[in-house]
Every structure is written in structure tokens, then in C-alpha cells.
């Protein structure tokens, strides 16, 4: 356990934070479930899509922190067996589900909203307030709790995500619950739940979307790989950057290969030690695996260059200043 919290620095102190991060969690969540149970009842009682929506909401969060919680768990475990980079992914699958739940969730309130804008039932309006005034109280306290986490992992940004979308449902389902009380117009509660939805749209999507690119290997959000192998192409002594990938394993822990040609009689490993400190202090990227060779005399290269190197290399090939003019 010492060897894996010491051997990867790549955004957050695991160890204690990671239990500082369990507690927040799960404060949270008793928070949460404790008011989701209550709200559902009133929401059946005062006839409100709006209140029935924002528990659906919050069972969504409620659900979005267990994930969170168990894929801390399975991610903190060490490499082992086939599994060399540990598990860390699971982080990732729990924010793809939650984005995914969002979306669902989404459709179905919708479709509940639009039928209740058509026929809308008798809401009660000062059941609505009440409890979408406790709502806020208890997404704030909730809110506060996760901010406090570690929100570099896409998994507790996913929870946090979901608390702080629900507690703007909270306020447009009490403006509702005060628009039905005051003026009697039912349809203002369907809208509210309208609102939801489409908090609920807009923040599945974004989950969904950004574990989507780390599952198809893209590179980290504002990582240009074409950027790095101009770079590492411009250090001293090299002569050719290809075969450059940059994914991440999990969020805020990036990885990149690369396989570098340097000038013939140059120190290979000097410039290995010179790319891997111009990753790590331009782009943060600790995790490098670089295949560092002399380039074949221009003479011999002529034709024959690529298959040399390698037989199927992928990606834009960079090469350095000094050599890219003469090549033709």
C-alpha cells in the first residue's frame, strides 16, 4: 500500500486525502437519502411533478456518490494480475453512468412535464415551497461537502456535478411551488420540472461526453499532442518525433508514449531526461514510456526510413527545425 499511494503523483495526494474524501461522501449522502425519502412523500401528497422530479434528481445523486464511493475503493487497489494500471478506470465507468442516468431521468421527465402542461393536476402550492426551501438548505450543506473532495477525479465531479444541478432545481421548483400558491396557475410546477430536465440534459451530457473521450483514448482536454511533438521535436539533438499518444488512465492521470529519433552520436539518454522534463514541466504528465534510438544516416534513410523504425507508425511525424528543410 505505501509503494502504490508514494508512486504516482498525478494530481492527488492519495492516502489521506482519499479518506478525508470518503467522509465528505458520505456526510453527503446520509444528507441527501434522509431528505429524498421525505420529499418523495410530500411530492405524492401536494400532487407536484417539480418535487417528484428534484427526488428523482437526488436519487440520481444519491446514487452518483455510492458509485463514487465504490469506485474509490476499486481504484485505490494495486496493479496486479492483468490489470497493470490497477483499476483506476472504475472511476471513469462511474461517471459514465451517472451521465447516463441523468440523460434517462431527463426523457422521462419530459415526457411527465409536457402530458402535465396539457392536463395539469391540483398542486399545493405551500407544500412545494416548504419543502423546496428545505431542499436548498440540504443541497447547499451537500454541496459544501463535496466541494470540499477532491474534484480533480472525474468520478466526484460527476457527484458534485449532480448536487449543485439539484440545488438549482430546488430554487425553480420553490419559484414554481410560490407561482402555484399565490396565483392558483398549476402549469407553473410542469415547468419547473421542464427546468430540471434540462439541468439533468445538460450536465449527463458533459458527463457522459468526457468519460466518453477517455474510454476512446483522446487526448486530456487541453492537451495538443501536435503541440508536444513540435516541442519535444525542437529539443537538442533530435532530429524526429512519431508514434506520439497521449490518454488518460484516469482523469488528471495522463500517460504518453512516443518513439523519438535523435542525432547519430548524440547521448540517448540525455534526451530522453530532456523530453521527460519538458512533459512533466510544460503538461504535468509523469506517467512516459519514450523509445529513444540514433537516426540512420540520411544516405541509408532515403526510402527505407519508416520501415526501419517502425513498420505501421501512427500519427503526424515531427521533426526538428534543422532538419525538416533539406527533407524531401
Keep these: 500500500m505505501g509503494e502504490h499511494g508514494h508512486g504516482h503523483g498525478h ?11 470518503r467522509r465528505y461522501l458520505t456526510g453527503a449522502l446520509t444528507l441527501i437519502v434522509a431528505f ?8 405524492f401528497i401536494a400532487q407536484s411533478l417539480a418535487l417528484i422530479s428534484d427526488a428523482g434528481h437526488m436519487l440520481t445523486d444519491a446514487a452518483a456518490i455510492v458509485f463514487a ?18 483499476l483506476k ?15 434517462l431521468l431527463a426523457a422521462y421527465f419530459i415526457v411527465e412535464g409536457i402530458r402535465r402542461l396539457i392536463e395539469p393536476p391540483e398542486v399545493e402550492g405551500l407544500f412545494v415551497v416548504a419543502t423546496g426551501l428545505a431542499g436548498i438548505v440540504v443541497n447547499l450543506a451537500a454541496t459544501w461537502l463535496l466541494s470540499k473532495a477532491n474534484r480533480s477525479s472525474l468520478n466526484v465531479e460527476g457527484a458534485y456535478q ?3 444541478n439539484d440545488l438549482f432545481a430546488f430554487i425553480a421548483t420553490t419559484v414554481a411551488g410560490a407561482v402555484v400558491w399565490l396565483t392558483g396557475w398549476a402549469q407553473a410546477d410542469a415547468i419547473a420540472a421542464l427546468v430540471v430536465a434540462a439541468l439533468m440534459l445538460k450536465a449527463g451530457w458533459g458527463l457522459v461526453k468526457e468519460s466518453g473521450r477517455v474510454f476512446m483514448e483522446a487526448a ?15 529539443l537538442d539533438h533530435v532530429e524526429e518525433v512519431h508514434d506520439l499518444h497521449v490518454w488518460e488512465v484516469t482523469s488528471g492521470y495522463a500517460a504518453l508514449s512516443a518513439h523519438i529519433l535523435v542525432t547519430p552520436g548524440a547521448d540517448c539518454h540525455a ?3 530532456a523530453a521527460e522534463k519538458l512533459l512533466h514541466d510544460s503538461y504535468g504528465i509523469e506517467h512516459t514510456t519514450l523509445q529513444v534510438d540514433h537516426a540512420q544516416p540520411r544516405v541509408l534513410a532515403i526510402g527505407e526510413h519508416s520501415q526501419t523504425h517502425c513498420a505501421d507508425p501512427h500519427g503526424p511525424t515531427h521533426t526538428s527545425a534543422t532538419t525538416a528543410g533539406p527533407r524531401r
Design 36 to 43: 429524498m425519502a421525505i420529499e418523495v412523500v410530500i411530492g
Design 89 to 103: 478506470r472504475a472511476e471513469i465507468i462511474s461517471a459514465q453512468i451517472n451521465g447516463i442516468t441523468l440523460l
Design 162 to 164: 449532480h448536487i449543485l
Design 11 to 21: 494530481g492527488h495526494g492519495h492516502g489521506v486525502s482519499a479518506e478525508t474524501d
Design 271 to 273: 534526451v530522453r531526461a
Design 69 to 86: 464511493l465504490i469506485a474509490m475503493r476499486i481504484a485505490a487497489k494495486p496493479p496486479r494480475g492483468g490489470f497493470t494500471y490497477g
Design 220 to 234: 486530456p482536454v487541453g492537451m495538443n499532442p501536435d503541440e508536444i511533438g513540435r516541442k519535444t521535436a525542437a
